[in-house]
């Protein structure tokens, strides 16, 4: 595809929408009010809309590699901190994917250069989980269970965060993790226990006391 095309494929989307609903783009310009933060990988088979089965104005999205929550991250920090305490979300998915590019260089005992910093948190999460991961022989499920781990530690990341404390004291928030399986389609929920975790993490983590 050419850059011409996009703009050409722009015109029919328009066409497509309006022809469905005239005032499709006047509701879409009213505002935003999402249900969820949706934090995924930036790999570019891998789209939240088309995976969840929902319309634009429902998920606010924020992707980067691997769907990592770094808190030294300013821009997934800010993504957080909006959604949360002014768009007001009531869940947020971390959703990982097998086959992940990231994941898969962060495996690797190879200098990555610039990439080194961003993998390192990834090999943090191999680090934390080694015994679990060295014990299977298989790489191909030692690679898809280290997906699902990283999006593990991800949701305990957000977790650890003063506006993730208040919004489940206050109104109920839950941290979600699944991983789409990109060979087969299916979105697949990790069932992590957020009220579990949620206390287990506060007694470190305690930035938001109940009153």
């Excluded at 965060?161 to 941290?175: D, F, H, K, P």
Aim: aromatic residues 8%; glycine residues 6%; contains cysteine.
């Amino acid at each position: 595809m050419d850059i011409n095309s996009v703009f050409k494929n722009n015109e029919e989307w328009i066409k497509s929408k309006l022809s469905a609903d005239e005032n499709y783009f006047d509701n879409l310009a009213s505002g935003q009010k999402p249900e969820f933060l949706y934090i995924g990988c930036s790999d570019s088979r891998v789209t939240a809309e088309d995976l969840m089965g929902i319309k634009p104005g429902e998920a606010f999205v924020h992707r980067n590699i691997a769907n990592l929550v770094n808190n030294v991250d300013l821009s997934v920090m800010s993504v957080l901190n909006y959604s949360v305490r002014h768009l007001k979300v009531n869940h947020i998915v971390v959703c990982g994917h097998y086959n992940c590019g990231g994941v898969k260089a962060a495996m690797q005992p190879v200098d990555m250069g610039l990439l080194n910093p961003w993998l390192r948190t990834i090999r943090d999460v191999y680090r934390l989980h080694k015994d679990e991961l060295n014990a299977i022989e298989d790489e191909g499920k030692r690679y898809d269970r280290l997906v699902e781990l990283n999006v593990q530690e991800q949701c305990f990341n957000l977790i650890k965060t003063a506006a993730v404390q208040q919004a489940a004291i206050e109104r109920g928030l839950t941290v979600h993790g699944w991983v789409f399986d990109i060979r087969t389609g299916k979105l697949i929920d990790l069932k992590i226990d957020f009220d579990k975790v949620l206390e287990n993490v506060r007694e470190i983590y305690n930035l938001y006391p109940e009153a």
